[in-house]
């Protein structure tokens, strides 16, 4: 056997960029580092050696450089990923949220943190966390419940079997998600005698499952039998790269699709099938179309709260529940008809079974009819005062093309732009499974670096953009440029909202309800600016238009800051659902008892789930 002698770090470095995509490319595209004792001498070594054959980049925070791999394989619909490897200690656990998003977002994400010594004989080294009952305990076991696949490397040679694991997780489109090889920093720099073989390129194919065939019959059978069929899209349509496959068959046998946080944009908003928005977040064509429906088609979806309104949004007697899905577990969840399957290849197959089977006619009115209020809502104003969230993505609406993407994560915009962003197909990333705030600047990067042809628009409320905004200045310093829309309402307006829907009185969300010595002058331009971004104040909705199509031309991000309203949510008319928000059962004001009695209704309304 021919063997070639290398440090564990560098075998690993060199085994990750020999595995690649059926397009040739590396999967793993490169790794996000900060070094620390933990990695720099035997990691840090390998990918300095290893160049371009494995790129390495530079972050601020370890939880941002995540993020922006995050939005990185989100944008790549999971066929490729990056890698973020830390010191031990904090390194390490800041990475823990961000392996959460991934974890609960089913995309790929490879953590590669240092660890302590696997001879323990320096113990305890800096940054160790020393349980009093289990020698085997590091601060890297708070990835284990986050992670997919948790390896710690103790000895070199558990390469040969750890690594293949990982790529093997990274890659399963039922069991995709966050892997962490905890890596013992003074196993990276031990030698080994590895197998020549062990290094030779793979392409590594991302399966797609085809559906039972005796789930296909009992799936197709309910749907012969409906008379007012929903589709419900979620991310797993686009995951699967079945957005044509959705619309021939919303089309062929005349479904209308409604979209879920993740699966907006599988169809582009002027489609005819597609009414928008399902749910809590979503509009009156959608949900009114929802709640007649009597065989509800999940594609890809887990049946979130926000997509089903806490389970009062499909209201019809004796409704069935259909879920197509890669994972078992999703399919056969809430008592539904299960077809487990890939979604491109469930949905040929589907339509196939119903040859020209059409449901009812639908009711085109509904969607023209809610577009054109969504038009109506987001037009510029005609009066001085603060703009609401509904304005602002109007003015970002008509200032751009159909090539931008709109993204976001946490807070108000969400909900606004579910409801309102009108995108063309795959003009809409929404990190709302885990809903992170400080996800957006991060993410923005990470997208634009997976799709620089698009124009990429960033919505971030200032309550977000305080929590994590220092990976503006890798974008600048890499120019990678996006535009980053800055709504200042002066706080958490989202929440306050929520707390006084919930009966609560306005506390310690916006800074005028907080126990504070003296009201905050935030100057966000400057801050912005002070990390090489251009950085604007939008006087109005009319400059917010004019700015947006100037920041187009540039090479680096753009910061465009504009206050609003805190008060006004994105809802109106018959749009939103009941969300499931608990209300405190004993209180003294009528306020609150007049909340807690909606309350009731809503639970009165809930279907019972499995």
């Known amino acids: 056997m021919t063997t070639i002698r290398l440090t564990a770090a560098q075998a690993m470095v060199k085994w990750l960029s020999a595995q690649l995509t059926e397009e040739n490319e590396r999967f793993i ?25 494995l790129p390495t980049w530079r972050g601020q925070n370890e939880q941002t450089m995540a993020h922006a791999a995050i939005a990185y394989a989100k944008a790549k619909k999971r066929t490729r990923a990056q890698a973020v490897t830390s010191s031990i200690g904090p390194g390490a656990t800041n990475m823990v949220t961000a392996a959460a998003l991934a974890h609960v977002n089913r995309l790929p994400l490879l953590l590669i943190p240092g660890d302590v010594f696997a001879n323990r004989r320096p113990d305890p080294v800096l940054q160790q966390i020393e349980d009093f009952d289990d020698g085997t305990v590091s601060a890297n076991d708070c990835l284990r419940p986050v992670s997919r696949y948790f390896d710690r490397i103790t000895r070199p040679e558990q390469l040969l079997t750890a690594l293949p694991r990982a ?5 399963d489109p039922a069991n995709c998600g966050p892997v962490t090889l905890s890596f ?81 944009s599988s169809l582009p908003q002027a489609h005819p099938m597609n009414f928008g928005a399902a749910g809590v977040d979503g509009s009156a064509a959608a949900n009114a179309v929802a709640r007649k429906a009597d065989v509800v088609i999940g594609v890809g979806t887990r049946f979130q709260d926000f997509t089903t309104g806490s389970w009062t949004l499909f209201e019809a007697k004796d409704r069935k529940l259909i879920s197509i899905n890669v994972q078992a577990y999703d399919a ?9 399957a890939d979604a491109k290849v469930a949905l040929e197959a589907l339509s196939a079974a119903l040859g020209g089977h059409k449901s009812e006619q639908q009711d085109g009115a509904l969607r023209s009819e809610w577009l054109a209020a969504v038009d109506l809502h987001c037009a510029a104003p005609k009066i001085d005062g603060l ?21 976001c994560a946490a807070g108000t915009m969400p909900g606004a732009l579910k409801l309102l962003w009108q995108p063309s197909q795959g003009g809409y990333h929404m990190e709302y499974g885990f809903s992170c705030m400080g996800y957006e600047i991060a993410g923005a990067m990470g997208l634009k670096l997976a799709r620089p042809e698009r124009e990429i628009i960033c919505f971030v409320g200032d309550g977000s953009y305080m929590m994590a905004n220092s990976e503006l200045a890798t974008a600048v310093m890499r120019k990678v440029p996006f535009t980053v829309v800055l709504t200042d309402n002066r706080g958490y307006g989202c929440i306050n909202r929520l707390q006084q829907a919930s009966g609560g009185a306005a506390f310690n969300n916006l800074y005028a309800d907080c126990n504070i010595e003296q009201q905050p002058q935030i100057d966000f331009v400057a801050h912005a ?7 604007i104040k939008a006087k109005n909705i009319a400059d917010l238009e ?14 465009i800051v504009i206050d609003t309203d805190p008060t006004n949510g994105p809802g109106f008319g ?20 007049e909340a807690y009695a909606r309350y009731l209704e809503g639970m009165a309304r809930q279907t019972l789930v499995n």
């Open 29 to 53: 595209d490169g790794i996000w580092a900060i070094f620390g004792h933990g990695n720099v001498a035997g990691l840090g070594e390998a990918l300095q050696k290893a160049g371009n054959s």
């Open 167 to 171: 790529m093997r997780v990274l890659t």
């Open 184 to 264: 013992c920093q003074d196993v990276q720099a031990e030698a080994f005698d590895w197998p020549q073989a062990f290094f030779e390129s793979r392409v590594w194919r991302i399966r797609r499952p085809a559906p039972d065939t005796r789930d296909l019959t009992e799936v197709e059978k309910a749907i012969r039998a409906a008379r007012n069929p929903v589709i419900v899209a979620g991310g797993g349509v686009i995951y699967s790269g079945a957005e044509q496959e959705l619309a021939d068959f919303a089309t062929r046998h005349n479904i209308p699709v409604i979209e879920t946080q993740a699966g907006k």
């Open 332 to 340: 056969d969840k809430h008592g539904a008809i299960g077809l487990v």
């Open 387 to 407: 703009p609401t969230d509904a304005q602002v993505i109007g003015a970002v609406q008509r200032a751009t093309s159909d090539d931008a993407i709109a993204m």
């Open 529 to 535: 600016a002070s990390m090489g971004a251009v950085a």
């Open 546 to 559: 004019q700015q947006i199509a100037q920041a187009r031309q540039r090479d680096i991000p753009t910061v």
């Open 574 to 593: 018959d749009a939103g659902n009941w969300w499931d928000v608990a209300v405190p059962q004993v209180g003294t004001t009528e306020k609150l008892k």
